[in-house]
């Protein structure tokens, strides 16, 4: 850095995430563009004794990006530093958004594997809360991680991969924001691929039934339950060889469809016995003929996420998926006044090794609930949400990290086997918990 430059700091920002249900007012908002700016911010965070939050994309559905101490923003740390043809693996900076790394990728002819519902999220980001997709063959989004460099709160700087501190590699594939600041991230990739993308309309009773044959049928495969019915819309996406494509579209656009979605919500908040018929008519509306679409492959798994909501998403282990949805179904059914918004989406992954990761040693299912925030309203969720949680409990699930959840240090310590190895690694890299914040401290403490 330049003699006689500082790093300044912005005072009066307001932090909000994506879905704007969480948010805090960092004292100083960090936008760095280098490592030694990074380096003395942390000095000033010591000198002053504050705390450090590093954000990525903001789109934690959770407080676990929110702080009232020292913000950085790694939006201006975003460059690709290095394209390993012959490995298919790339090395990025931790700020670069997924958007944009897919489309330097394909300037390469490679892709990442797997990816999440959105792109507008950092690298960094989607690996330290275990972002995942569906697919029994493909792990969470940090499985794709090789190597990485964090930025210690003591100021230095630690390469790790399965062969150079193999330890902290297996804590930082899924770091939670609490290890340092994740300068660079190595993905493996795999050659660009076209996915085939076919939904139809199915039964939950079919569907259960059947869960082997559709895991073996499609690479990509998960379903969305519409609550409330036995309505299910089954989305197999897989790659192939064909040029793009899609259906012809219905002369309903379905964005019209969204908007009256939203007043429908909104109405049903005064008359929440409506959302049972809405859930009804939607899906015979936008779910209920089959669909097909042939494009690149991160172009099929990113879709539009319209509306603002709250949102539950465990992990548990895949034998219990029947049990447990057909368990939340019997809950609804029971408590005619309980409602739950469409979808339920049901996701799947490979199980992995990384700590803390919610496939830690175990093939699971994901169960992803929401409750939509129709003009920013929210909707009251509490007897569904502790109800879910319950049967996710019962059945050993496990929350995702970026998701709001009510489990505490007592809950990890039971859920993964690795948490004492986590916690060790986290508190030698950060003695003094300059990483911490109000989210992690029901983590660690
Ligand atoms: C519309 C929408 C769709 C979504 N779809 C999916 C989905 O399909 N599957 C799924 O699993 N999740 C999904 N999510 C959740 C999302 O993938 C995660 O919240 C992800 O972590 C967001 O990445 P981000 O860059 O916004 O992270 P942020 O929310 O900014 O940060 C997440 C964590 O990473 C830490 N962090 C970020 N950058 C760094 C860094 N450089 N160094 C150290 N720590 C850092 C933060 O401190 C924080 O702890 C979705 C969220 C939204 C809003």
């Not at 330290?128 to 709160?153: D, E, F, R």
């Not at 929350?399 to 060790?424: I, Q």
Request: hydrophobic share 40%; proline share 5%.
């Amino acid at each position: 850095m330049p003699m006689g430059h500082e790093v300044h700091g912005q005072g009066g920002v307001k932090f909000q995430n994506w879905a704007k249900t969480y948010g805090s007012s960092p004292e100083l908002y960090f936008q760095p563009t280098s490592v030694e700016e990074i380096r003395e911010i942390l000095d000033m965070a010591r000198q002053r004794d504050k705390r450090v939050k590093v954000v990525g994309g903001g789109h934690s559905p959770s407080d676990i990006a929110c702080t009232d101490d020292f913000m950085i923003q790694m939006g201006k740390m975003n460059r690709v530093l290095k394209v390993d043809k012959e490995k298919q693996q790339v090395t990025v900076e931790g700020g670069i958004f997924l958007s944009d790394l897919n489309v330097e990728l394909s300037k390469h002819g490679l892709a990442l594997a797997n990816l999440g519902a959105v792109s507008e999220v950092a690298a960094a980001g989607v690996i330290g809360t275990g972002t995942h997709n569906t697919g029994i063959k493909h792990g969470i989004l940090p499985t794709q991680v090789v190597a990485l460099t964090l930025l210690t709160a003591s100021g230095e700087i630690l390469e790790c991969s399965e062969s150079i501190n193999a330890d902290i590699f297996q804590a930082a594939r899924l770091h939670l924001g609490c290890l340092g600041v994740v300068l660079t991230v190595t993905f493996q990739c795999v050659p660009q691929f076209h996915l085939h993308e076919v939904a139809f309309p199915s039964t939950l009773t079919e569907v259960l039934d059947h869960l082997d044959d559709h895991l073996q049928r499609s690479q990509y495969f998960r379903f969305l339950w519409f609550p409330h019915s036995e309505n299910v819309s089954v989305i197999y996406q897989d790659p192939t060889n064909k040029p793009p494509s899609s259906s012809a579209s219905w002369w309903w656009d379905y964005a019209v469809g969204y908007y009256l979605l939203e007043f429908l919500l909104w109405i049903s908040t005064f008359v929440p016995s409506l959302v049972c018929w809405i859930n009804r008519f939607f899906f015979w509306l936008l779910f209920s003929s089959r669909v097909e679409n042939i494009a690149i492959s991160y172009k099929i798994f990113n879709y539009e996420c319209r509306f603002k909501q709250h949102v539950q998403d465990w992990a548990i282990p895949i034998e219990k998926t029947k049990e447990a949805l057909l368990e939340l179904k019997a809950a609804l059914e029971n408590n005619p006044k309980m409602v739950a918004h469409y979808p339920v989406e049901v996701r799947f992954a490979r199980g992995d090794e990384i700590w803390l990761s919610p496939c830690f040693q175990r093939d699971s299912c994901y169960m992803n609930i929401i409750m939509y925030r129709p003009y920013g309203k929210n909707v009251p969720r509490l007897n569904y949400w502790l109800t879910y949680e319950g049967i996710m409990k019962k059945h050993g699930g496990r929350p995702h990290w970026a998701k709001a959840h009510s489990c505490t240090r007592k809950d990890f310590e039971k859920m993964y086997p690795a948490f004492p190895k986590f916690c060790s690694v986290r508190e030698k890299l950060d003695p003094t918990g300059m990483f911490l914040n109000t989210y992690l401290e029901k983590v660690f403490y």
